[in-house]
């Protein structure tokens, strides 16, 4: 499986981006996947995943203004973020997993990983 992470960019705060995850090897419906970021000088966060059975998941911080989503038949998914703030600025990383329990989908147990794209919102 192979991920790949495209989207990211130079915005204002406020404006929108749409982050794409293209996913080969297997179909993105039967897999967890899940965008995580990591802010200058800080920690890897999880943002948002997206399970198998189509439920949604986001991290506080995000919640009304970034949306995930999946294309089967593009087998991509997207994050849609709006409203963006400088705090938003980060590398953005897709991962997944078959087995990704819900107990831990802002934890380690994704087996695939994407490269980054780099997400630089200004004030």
């Known amino acids: 499986v192979q991920l790949q992470a495209s989207g990211g960019g130079l915005v204002q705060a406020g404006d929108s981006l749409r982050l794409s995850c293209v996913v080969s090897g297997r179909p993105v419906n039967r897999l967890t996947v899940a965008w995580f970021r990591q802010p200058p000088g800080k920690a890897r966060e999880f943002v948002s995943a997206i399970r198998s059975t189509g439920h949604t998941y986001y991290t506080e911080s995000v919640k009304g203004r970034f949306t995930i989503s999946r294309d089967s038949a593009k087998n991509t998914v997207y994050l849609q973020m709006n409203s963006l703030k400088p705090d938003d600025t980060a590398v953005f990383y897709c991962?997944?997993?078959?087995?990704?329990?819900?107990?831990?989908?802002?934890?380690?147990?994704?087996?695939?990983w994407g490269q980054g794209t780099l997400v630089t919102v200004s004030s």
């Open positions: 991962a997944a997993g078959a087995r990704v329990i819900l107990s831990n989908l802002a934890g380690d147990d994704y087996d695939y």
